[in-house]
């Protein structure tokens, strides 16, 4: 078994985001020089998520955790449950319901009400009404 540790300077990302983006918001890579913008589960090209804004520097400067524990920056998680990228780009213990073709991305368990261990899942499925 080969086991990779990351580093916590590994683990973060100081990226570009929209002056939309909010901390707390999963992120996808949206253009080259560390771009990026809310994971949107309706579209393909808006997806998959890598990681979560955790600071927001400036309005359009962020840093963006992409594995590991994220604590504190949630307070009502649900311990021991899945979590996926939900409709509003925030993490969901329920898969996305909206928007009618939609896509699901599977991006940690929580282990606490406050602490999400991070491990976003880039294989997506597609689910249709």
Do not use: W
């Not at 909010?22 to 771009?35: C, H, M, P, R, T």
Request: glycine share 6%.
């Amino acid at each position: 078994m080969i086991v990779a540790r990351l580093k916590t300077a590994e683990r973060l990302l100081d990226v570009t985001c929209q002056t939309t983006d909010l901390v707390g918001d999963l992120v996808y890579v949206f253009a080259s020089n560390k771009v990026v913008k809310k994971a949107d589960v309706g579209d393909y090209f808006g997806m998959p998520a890598i990681g979560i804004i955790i600071n927001k520097v400036t309005t359009t400067r962020a840093l963006v955790q992409i594995a590991g524990l994220v604590k504190g920056l949630y307070t009502d998680l649900q311990p021991g449950r899945l979590y996926f990228v939900g409709s509003d780009s925030r993490p969901s213990y329920l898969p996305p319901m909206t928007p009618m073709n939609r896509f699901v991305q599977p991006i940690g368990t929580a282990l606490d009400t406050s602490v999400l261990f991070l491990q976003p899942n880039t294989h997506m499925t597609k689910i249709r009404d």
